[in-house]
């Protein structure tokens, strides 16, 4: 039941933070305090909707012959309800509502998924990852309500999102609309001791980034056109380029970025090719952002131009920043492209230690 995941080819580097400013938030928990696990957590469908009405999409092109070509589109999303609490492996997670298809279908396969950058895009939380041992809810008659009561053991942890996700088969026709009710309260445990809640930064603040310490190397690769949802790689370039992903460096829950904080960064490198101009943005490109590509920072139009004049073999420093105009919702990665006449092809952009 994976999804379509249309990402920009990727260099996926793990970075070296360091973060200046105050990190606001009312400080760690006590060791002794929280929740208690394992447990059980109550979740109704129609709370993790900002919709009680949903319209299956087609997904022919990846999803699984009479099983999952038409999936859901904006599914059943608690993630920001189990923030303080998400699920961990042992727990049990039960899934109530009611909803009403206006077409028959024969399986509805359903399942938890973590579709964040953190779980590698698609990680199904039950059955082992295996897509054949998902459950489904049978027989559904077009305009009868669907009382579902589910419950699933959770064998991989939740690192960020908690999706219910839902499929069928193209031999049930064509793309249903659900609509849901509620049933119940969502119910995510009650946290024991001297517990407190960490809230996130509120005023703008500063992250240094040292791209030399940690990392081998960076390849900007021909970046083809899209057409149809996908790279036309018969058609010529239209940059070479990569991107640098620098999620995994902030915490989702406690110090992820706001607008109107700055990314700092420093590199020094050493490229294989002669490039006279460098230019940067910041990105987010996850399922939670159209197209799967938002520019986030202040820098507007060509990006920043982060070097010039960059010598075949010749140790390059840099050192650039940019103001974020937009919070990331789920990723955030650094774009790093040359048009195609600053430079006669890839280029190898190796780190340099000191």
């Known amino acids: 039941m994976k999804k379509l995941l249309t990402i920009a080819a990727a260099a996926v580097l793990g970075l070296s933070l360091v973060s200046c400013g105050s990190t606001g938030g009312s400080g760690a928990k006590k060791q002794e305090a929280g929740y208690v696990h394992p447990m059980t957590y109550t979740l109704d469908l129609s709370e993790g909707l900002s919709d009680p009405v949903m319209v299956m999409v087609d997904n022919s092109q990846y999803g699984t012959k009479n099983r ?12 920001s309800i189990v923030k303080p609490n998400r699920p961990q492996v042992g727990d049990t997670v039960r899934v ?49 309500p669907v009382d579902v009561d589910l419950s699933f053991e959770i064998t991989a942890a939740c690192k960020s999102k908690l999706i219910f996700n839902m499929a069928y088969g193209e031999q049930n026709g064509g793309l249903a609309t659900f ?69 995994s460096k902030f915490d989702l829950d406690y110090d992820w970025p706001i607008a109107g904080d700055t990314i700092k960064v420093y590199w020094k ?5 002669d490039i006279s101009a460098l230019h940067c943005r910041a990105v987010e490109n996850t399922a939670d952002v159209p ?15 982060i070097a010039e004049n960059i010598k075949n073999g010749e140790v390059t420093e840099i050192e650039w920043e940019m103001v974020l105009s937009d919070a990331p919702i ?23 230690r000191e």
Not at 109 to 135: F, G, I, K
Not at 180 to 195: H, N
Not at 269 to 273: A, E, I
């Open 96 to 144: 109530i509502g009611r909803f009403t298809s206006d077409m028959d279908i024969d399986h509805l396969y359903v399942n938890l998924v973590d579709n964040s950058p953190a779980a590698n895009y698609w990680t199904r939380l039950t059955n082992n990852n295996d897509e054949m041992a998902e459950p489904s809810i049978d027989d559904i008659k077009a305009g009868v």
């Open 269 to 273: 490198t050493r490229s294989n090719n």
């Open 68 to 79: 999952s070509t038409r999936q859901d589109n904006n599914p059943p999303d608690w993630s």
């Open 291 to 305: 197209n799967w590509w938002k520019e986030i920072d202040e820098v507007g139009g060509g990006g920043k131009v």
């Open 179 to 247: 609509t849901f009710e509620k049933v119940g309260d969502c119910d995510i445990g009650t946290p024991v001791g001297d517990f407190e809640v960490k809230e996130n930064h509120k005023t703008p603040k500063v992250y240094e980034f040292d791209l030399s310490k940690d990392l081998a190397y960076v390849t900007l690769e021909p970046n083809y056109p899209w057409v149809n949802g996908a790279q036309d790689t018969m058609a010529d370039p239209v940059n070479y380029q990569a991107i640098v992903a620098i999620t």
């Open 330 to 352: 789920s990723g955030i990665s650094l774009c790093i492209w040359n048009d195609l006449a600053e430079s006669d092809g890839s280029s190898l952009l190796t780190y340099v």
